[in-house]
């Protein structure tokens, strides 16, 4: 009868290590050693105005969260389960920039991984996304009008007597003057091509050494959306006399798909076509 016993004794205690392994698996803590996406590097683009922060990751993942903390002013990217690679490259350190300072990471607990980002002075607007292929987490940030140094004094000014104005019968009330032509920050997209001051990025996908899909008898995909794409920006020249069409590439070169957007955000594009 004992030995008997002994296998179902067995049988047991495996089954008590096995609910072991699958709960401590299921931990917060277990998932960040394993299963969470890890963050393989961070690249920074800079420009007047603007700031884009890629986190590259090996794995997608929609599980994120953007905060916002004071004092110093600062940002926070929080990936729960998040792993950050040994060899991860950040940014370097930008101490005299006005939008990004410093990019350094943290854990505010065993189970999430955050990104802290360290703002400069100034009206910063944040908004936060993810893309796959390869997968990444943008964080981009807009900067308002640049504050003055300090208050200027006002000039001084001696009070002069108060002398009464001769009547004049030929006088005239003088017309207010016209308000002039609005300026294009100050138009709406519609009112920017309407008086010929739109932009239009137009994005050739693919090209160099992304030669994308291949066809039956030979047709590369970077070829034919690089053709379509010059074929159209003509048209539109027609069409829209006075505006810019501009395109990410003219020529067989690849530019990764960050880049891409960055380009149209920095000629401050009112239209992007991919």
Request: proline share 12%; aromatic share 6%.
């Amino acid at each position: 009868m004992a030995g008997a016993g002994r296998p179902a004794a067995r049988g047991w205690w495996r089954g008590c290590l096995l609910l072991g392994a699958i709960l401590g698996a299921a931990s917060p803590a277990a998932a960040a050693r394993t299963g969470g996406p890890g963050v393989v590097a961070v690249r920074a683009f800079v420009t007047e105005g603007y700031a884009r922060l890629t986190v590259l990751l090996d794995r997608e993942t929609f599980n994120f969260h953007l905060g916002r903390l004071t004092n110093p002013p600062r940002l926070y990217l929080d990936i729960p389960a998040g792993r950050l690679g040994l060899q991860a490259p950040l940014p370097p350190d930008a101490a005299r920039a006005r939008l990004v300072r410093r990019v350094r990471f943290g854990r505010p607990d065993p189970a999430t991984l955050r990104m802290v980002v360290d703002l400069g002075e100034g009206e910063i607007r944040e908004r936060v996304f993810s893309l796959p292929d390869p997968h990444r987490i943008i964080v981009e940030l807009r900067g308002g009008a640049v504050p003055p140094p300090g208050p200027i004094p006002p000039a001084a000014v001696l009070p002069l007597p108060e002398r009464p104005l001769p009547a004049s019968p030929r006088a005239r009330a003088v017309p207010p003057p016209r308000p002039g032509p609005k300026k294009r920050q100050e138009m709406s997209v519609a009112e920017r091509f309407r008086a010929g001051q739109g932009r239009i990025m137009l994005d050739p996908g693919h090209g160099g050494k992304d030669a994308g899909a291949v066809g039956l008898y030979g047709l590369v995909e970077k070829d034919f959306v690089l053709d379509l794409a010059r074929r159209a920006a003509g048209v539109l020249k027609r069409r829209l006399p006075g505006n810019e069409v501009l395109l990410t590439r003219t020529a067989d070169s690849f530019i990764p798909l960050d880049k891409r957007t960055a380009m149209a955000n920095e000629r401050d594009a009112d239209v992007f076509v991919s």
